[in-house]
């Protein structure tokens, strides 16, 4: 079974604070997705990353950046957070091109204060 | 702008019944759709997908339909079971896109 996980379910975090969220999938999977889900919008995607030390912005990369040093771990910063961050972030992996099936994380819910 | 559209933020059907989700998207690039499906805490899962050469896909109780000159899909659910209460989410990829466009999700409720 492929499993992606993420280094943590509930975070709370201040205003200005640096935040790293963390991914990791174990099925050697090229391409590692971030999205994030608000009531109402849906999933979005901030970054993605097709390879290592690889990225690209998503539709929503204000505010985000992300790092890729080895292929099975995807690591999404906020340079200083905001309380618009505040949102549940997903992780997906999948080792093909986009119709492959995506495997998500659980989820790391996040608080900004 | 958005491509790929779930005008329905819920439905509720009663167990047994049919539940039938619809997708709408704009995009005629678009040759390829998926459904997942979330449970609350979870990550979403993948569930039933169909290329735009087909008008159907048939997996168990999950059927979803294309019609392309309407630019609509819909995943029918028959019967529905009280665990299929989920939030469901429909998406979209084409055009050597490496992306999935994602509509806002439809919460399904299955009452017992």
């Known amino acids: 079974d492929v499993k992606v996980t993420q280094s943590s379910r509930y975070l709370v975090k201040r205003t200005g604070e640096k935040v790293f969220l963390e991914c990791v999938q174990d099925m050697d999977h090229e391409n590692m997705f971030w999205y994030r889900q608000d009531p109402g919008l849906g999933l979005r995607l901030i970054y993605f990353?097709?390879?290592?030390?690889?990225?690209e912005k998503g539709d929503i990369p204000e505010g985000y950046s992300v790092s890729r040093e080895k292929k099975e771990r995807f690591s999404l910063i906020l340079e200083s957070a905001s309380t618009n961050q505040t949102s549940m972030y997903l992780c997906?992996?999948?080792?093909?091109?986009?119709?492959?099936?995506?495997?998500f994380g659980p989820g790391t819910r996040l608080t900004v204060l | 702008d958005q491509q790929v559209k779930q005008n329905s933020p819920s439905l509720s059907v009663q167990e047994g019944r049919i539940s039938i989700l619809n997708c709408d998207y704009t995009n005629s690039m678009f040759d390829y759709f998926l459904w997942y499906k979330k449970y609350p805490a979870e990550g979403p899962t993948f569930l039933i997908s169909i290329s735009s050469i087909k008008d159907k896909n048939e997996d168990g109780r999950f059927t979803v339909f294309l019609n392309k000159s309407a630019k609509h899909l819909s995943l029918h659910i028959v019967p529905s079971q009280p665990g299929d209460s989920a939030v469901y989410f429909c998406?979209?990829?084409?055009?050597?896109?490496?992306?999935?466009?994602f509509g806002k999700g439809t919460k399904l409720t299955v009452n017992p």
């Open positions: 997906a992996s999948t080792s093909g091109g986009s119709t492959d099936t995506q495997y």
């Open positions: 998406a979209a990829t084409g055009g050597g896109s490496e992306k999935l466009v």
């Open positions: 990353s097709y390879d290592v030390k690889m990225k």
